[in-house]
């Protein structure tokens, strides 16, 4: 089993910057995909970063892509997702994600992962 705690979300001002972190605990190995994912109130889940648990390799949403990075903090085993230049539409409740890779399948598909996080709430205000 793998538990998955997101906590740093809340309310900033457009153009400010916030700081997840997704601690994660139980059986996960350095092969494993790390994500973030959000969804806004009436949309569908969307991917936004990923980065191999080993800390290798990274992955983002071309809508984040230059202001979000993701990071893995190895000593404390958490995935920290950065997020600078926030816009309004960023709004959204942030999930973390973990998966073994699937031969075929693509990392950006929430349908892969096979243990999520409780989410914390981000609002970006104009």
């Known amino acids: 089993q793998v538990q998955l705690v997101e906590s740093g979300g809340g309310l900033v001002q457009a153009g400010g910057s916030l700081r997840l972190s997704c601690a994660a605990s139980?059986?996960?190995?350095?092969?494993?995909?790390v994500s973030w994912f959000r969804q806004a109130p009436g949309k569908e889940r969307e991917f936004v970063a990923a980065?191999?648990?080993?800390?290798?390799?990274?992955w983002f949403a071309e809508s984040v892509r230059g202001r979000f990075t993701i990071s893995k903090d190895s000593a404390k085993s958490l995935v920290w997702l950065q997020m600078n230049s926030l816009k309004p539409e960023d709004t959204a409740v942030y999930y973390c994600?973990?998966?073994?890779?699937?031969?075929?399948?693509?990392?950006?598909?929430?349908?892969?992962?096979?243990?999520w996080g409780k989410g914390t709430q981000v609002t970006v205000s104009s």
């Open positions: 980065i191999r648990y080993s800390g290798e390799g990274t």
């Open positions: 994600a973990t998966s073994p890779p699937r031969i075929g399948e693509t990392l950006y598909s929430s349908a892969i992962y096979n243990y």
């Open positions: 139980g059986r996960i190995y350095d092969s494993y995909f």
